[in-house]
């Protein structure tokens, strides 16, 4: 431990100081005797993609973490790695229902869209049901733009019609590339 106490790591977060930062949450925080604060390094150390084999074992800590936040930087993390854990942990994202997180269920159907992997598919089309996601996941299905995506949008679009902007994101995302 430093002289003083432990590293603040919000304070090298902010100042950019990867090194130390890493250094800090490897050493320190991943020992930790609680679950919640080596969960929480794991997170952050996913999501600055740094990779230790001792934070492979933490990766569920951190999914199943009580903060979103800290289940939020460790499915990036994962995503950015092309982790296979981390799609699926964006559908379970997009599918809890937990209203408090409504912010990280449209990120995480954002970022399923993005990702144009046709195991979201039925995931997604599930989601058109729900009012709060509907237009979120009808952009997403037309970014992954499989033609398994054009019967679900076109019911949607019949039951439940979107307004101009909503339409005209939706357009733009399912336009073939020029």
Not at 12 to 32: F, G, I, N, V, Y
Request: proline share 7%; with cysteine.
């Amino acid at each position: 431990m430093p002289l003083f106490g432990p590293p603040n790591i919000r304070k090298l977060t902010a100042a950019k100081d990867s090194k130390r930062l890493q250094k800090a949450l490897s050493d320190e925080l991943l020992a930790d005797a609680s679950a919640l604060v080596r969960g929480r390094a794991a997170a952050r150390l996913l999501g600055l993609h740094i990779m230790r084999p001792e934070l492979d074992d933490l990766v569920p800590l951190a999914l199943e973490h009580p903060e979103w936040e800290v289940r939020w930087n460790a499915v990036q993390g994962l995503v950015k790695r092309d982790d296979p854990r981390g799609r699926d942990a964006l559908i379970a994202t997009a599918q809890g229902r937990h209203r408090d997180a409504e912010q990280y269920r449209r990120e995480a159907v954002d970022a399923l869209g993005k990702l144009k992997d046709e195991r979201a598919i039925h995931p997604l089309v599930e989601l058109l049901s729900d009012e709060h996601l509907r237009p979120s996941a009808a952009r997403a299905l037309a970014t992954i733009g499989h033609l398994r995506c054009v019967e679900p949008l076109i019911r949607v679009l019949e039951e439940h019609p979107l307004d101009a902007w909503e339409l005209r994101s939706i357009k733009e995302k399912a336009a073939p590339p020029s």
